[in-house]
């Protein structure tokens, strides 16, 4: 006997992570009771609405929400950043579709390219010590940043750090 009850979590999938965003997931709630009060819950999975559709509301969705909060332009009318319809942020709406879109196309076993999660990790290691060592080569100077090792594009603007 044991003084404690045994978990065999090894290898498991953490979706913890999902709490890291609190209010992308809230809205994302926030939609799927829209639409189940809308359309009963789960309408989408009845199928019949062609992809293209799902990535046209994405993306207008994706719009209504940067056009409203583009960098370096006056104060928004945070009023347009809300779905006419629903009263929810439109990224609330952006992230439903995505999630619907990989719900209905994306088959289980083409969530990533591993065979296990032991295999997805020791990639993640890799990954992690490549980086790493590229950090050390470049011997950034005091006060300087990782911008270098950003994606194009992905660099924070300056005014963004100070707020």
Partial sequence: MTDKAMRFNTGK???TYMLEFP???RLFCLICIG??????RGNFKAGGKPDL??????MRHIQDSYTAHAPGEAMPDWS???DDDSGIH???HAIWNLIAWVELNVPEDMLMRFDTMGEFYAHCEETAEKYRKQREQAALPEGG????????GMAIPRQRLAD
Avoid: I, Q, R, T
């Fill in 80 to 82: 347009e950043v809300f």
């Fill in 90 to 92: 439109s990224a609330g």
């Fill in 35 to 40: 639409g189940e009060y809308k359309y009963g």
């Fill in 23 to 25: 209010k992308a997931f």
């Fill in 13 to 15: 999938m953490d979706l």
């Fill in 53 to 58: 559709e799902y990535f046209k509301s994405l």
């Fill in 145 to 152: 940043s990782d911008e270098a090792f950003m994606p194009p």
